[in-house]
């Protein structure tokens, strides 16, 4: 069964604080993703990964930051948190492949930040 | 224009209804097609991918047109198992496979 396991279901922060949201895939995939979600938004990019060490940024990278050092493992980092970055945050992978290929996201991440 | 765009809903519709979502695409780029299903605070999972030639899978029926750049989904017989969040995705392969989201239609299908 495959599987995408992100490290906390939920979490508290305060503001300014630094936090790391961590992502671990045991598929092999070469891309992962992470996004975050919010009503009436619907599923946004913040960055992805196509191989280790390598990053890009998505459609809302602002205050964000990524680490991939090894395949598996891709961390999303909070500089210094902010209340808008309040959110559900969704970590996805998927295969190199060619066209039709399925991404798979990890269980989410609700983070609260006051 | 965003990416990808759909109705947020809710669609509200009794059992054995059949029900249709569309969802339009903003870059004629755009390669691949998915419908995710979403379930309250869970995480989304593939429901079909959507071909040229249209697909069915059971009740569900997916549709693309690319002309007028538009995936359907149609739902025949609904269930009360299939109230949930569908989320269409579109991929344009730019290095790696970018999935962009709309986001979501509610569905709920009442006894």
């Known amino acids: 069964d495959v599987k995408v396991t992100q490290s906390s279901r939920y979490l508290v922060k305060r503001t300014g604080e630094k936090v790391f949201l961590e992502c671990v895939q045991d598929?092999?995939?070469?891309?992962m993703f992470w996004y975050r979600q919010d009503p009436g938004l619907g599923l946004r990019l913040i960055y992805f990964s196509y191989d280790v060490k390598m990053k890009e940024k998505g459609d809302i990278p602002e205050g964000y930051s990524v680490s991939r050092e090894k395949k598996e493992r891709f961390s999303l980092i909070l500089e210094s948190a902010s209340t808008n970055q309040t959110s559900m945050y969704l970590c996805?992978?998927?295969?190199?492949?060619?066209?039709?290929?399925?991404?798979?996201f990890g269980q989410g991440t609700r983070l609260t930040v006051v | 224009r965003k990416e990808v765009e759909q109705d947020p809903g809710p669609f509200n519709v009794p059992e054995g209804a059949t029900v249709a979502f569309n969802c339009t695409y903003s870059?004629?780029?755009?390669?691949?097609f998915f419908w995710y299903r979403q379930d309250c605070r869970k995480e989304p999972k593939l429901l079909m991918s959507?071909?040229?030639s249209g697909n069915e899978d059971g009740r569900f029926t997916a549709q693309l047109n690319r002309a007028s750049q538009y995936i359907s989904l149609l739902i025949r017989d609904s269930k009360l198992s299939d109230s949930a969040t569908y989320l269409c995705a579109v991929n344009r392969r730019t290095g790696a496979n970018n999935l962009f989201f709309g986001t979501g239609t509610r569905l709920t299908v009442i006894p």
């Open positions: 996805a992978s998927s295969s190199a492949g060619g066209e039709g290929t399925e991404a798979f």
């Open positions: 870059n004629s780029a755009s390669q691949s």
């Open positions: 959507v071909y040229s």
């Open positions: 598929m092999d995939h070469e891309n």
